[in-house]
Structure formats: C-alpha cells, structure tokens
C-alpha cells in the first residue's frame, strides 16, 4: 500500500509566478485536502476535495484553487505568488470525505518565493 | 472558530522519563482528534487518532487521552528516547463549513537528550 506522495519536493519561484503542486492520494482514498504551514506554526486547511468536488475552504484567497481527477489525485494551482506564500505545503488523503478513519499526509513541498 | 492550544511550546528532558503533552480546544463538539509528529522539514505522521466518542487510545510507549467536555487531550510518552525528538501536533475535525478540516496548534518541540 502507498501513501500520500507529493512532488515537488522544493521549489524556489519568484514573486508574481504562478505554481502547480501535485499529490498523489494514498491507494483506497478518495478525498484530499491541501495545508499551508509556515516557519513555526501549525498547518491551516486550505481547502478540500471528495471525488472531485471541492467541499470546504479556509480562509485563503481565490488564488489558491484546485483540482481533484478521476484516480483521485490533486493539484494545488497559485497564481500571483506572494512573499507570504512561502510555506510548507502539506497534502492529506483520507477514505471519505468525514474524518472518521483520520487523515495520512505526505512529505509535503517547500515553496520559497522570492 | 475552533481554537487549538498546545502547552508547552517547548520541552527538553533526559532520556527515560515520562513526559506529557497538552493540548485544549475552544469548542467541544469535535468529530475526532489526532495526534501527529513532524520532523524536522518533513511530512506529519500519524501517531494516534480519538474519536470524539472515545477517552484513549495507545499504541506502544504512546497514550492518549480525550476529555471532550472540558476540551482537553493529553499525549503521554513513556520512557522517552532521543528517536522521540521531534515536534508534536495536536489537530481536532469538526463538521463545519470547512466540511471536517483538521484545525491545528503550533505544536510541542521535544527534545530529549541522551
């Protein structure tokens, strides 16, 4: 059984850029959500998808969006990269869209802005 | 808004002592509540998920307790070693409009020295 696979593992852009990171959910989930963690704080949610629908955001602009495809697997898009957006970004994957059996994350990939 | 507090933000004890940490929640109607262990640049892992309806849960040297009503969990490690070292998250799912987010605190950096 594998997990939750994430690429890039790092990235560097400059600020304006637009970046696509992808994730892979693990075998038998079909819900993701994605995570913004920066330097020394928890992971806030930034949205999530159950079988390609979105069906719940936090509190992240429109220019964080997604997208989930028919075997499950997730993109997150930034368009207009900030400074700010320079974090860890954390992909989860879970069996359905409830929490019940928890969530397993990935690896996650550093974005630096610059 | 769901608030997740984790005391205290950070801990270093020698090797082979049992440790606590704490973590509170604002509001009491949780779906379940996990505990992770991020180290250092790297993915979360799993350690132990509670359901809202449970009051522990172990898996080897690792327990955790869910006081529900007062908004409390506990991880208690016994027997620590340097391996344990590492920063602990807290993260509590609810069923909001976020659909079941994880909400998170900032964690309890641990370090234990030989």
């Known amino acids: 059984e594998t997990g939750v696979t994430q690429s890039p593992t790092h990235l560097i852009k400059t600020r304006g850029q637009q970046v696509t990171l992808r994730c892979s959910s693990q075998s038998g989930h079909n819900t993701v959500s994605w995570y913004q963690q920066a330097l020394g704080q928890g992971p806030q949610f930034i949205f999530q998808y159950y079988r390609e629908e979105e069906n719940g955001r936090g509190n992240f602009p429109p220019r964080f969006s997604g997208l989930q495809f028919p075997n499950y697997s997730s993109e997150l898009n930034v368009n207009a990269l900030e400074l700010d957006d320079s974090a860890l970004y954390l992909c989860?994957?879970?069996?359905?869209?409830?929490?019940?059996?928890?969530?397993?994350f990935g690896s996650g990939t550093r974005l630096t802005v610059v | 808004k769901q608030e997740v507090t984790q005391i205290p933000a950070a801990l270093s004890v020698p090797e082979g002592e049992n440790l606590v940490l704490n973590c509170s929640f604002t509001d009491s109607a949780i779906y379940n509540l996990q505990w992770f262990r991020q180290d250092p640049g790297k993915g979360l892992t799993s350690l132990l998920l509670i359901q809202s309806s449970q009051r522990e849960q172990t898996s080897g040297r690792l327990n955790a307790s869910l006081d529900k009503s007062s908004g409390r969990s506990t991880l208690y490690i016994a027997a620590s070693q340097p391996g344990d070292s590492a920063t602990y998250l807290c993260a509590v799912s609810l069923n909001s409009n976020s659909g079941y987010a994880l909400n998170f605190g900032k964690g309890t950096s641990l370090l234990v020295t030989p």
């Open positions: 989860a994957s879970s069996p359905g869209q409830a929490s019940f059996y928890g969530y397993t």
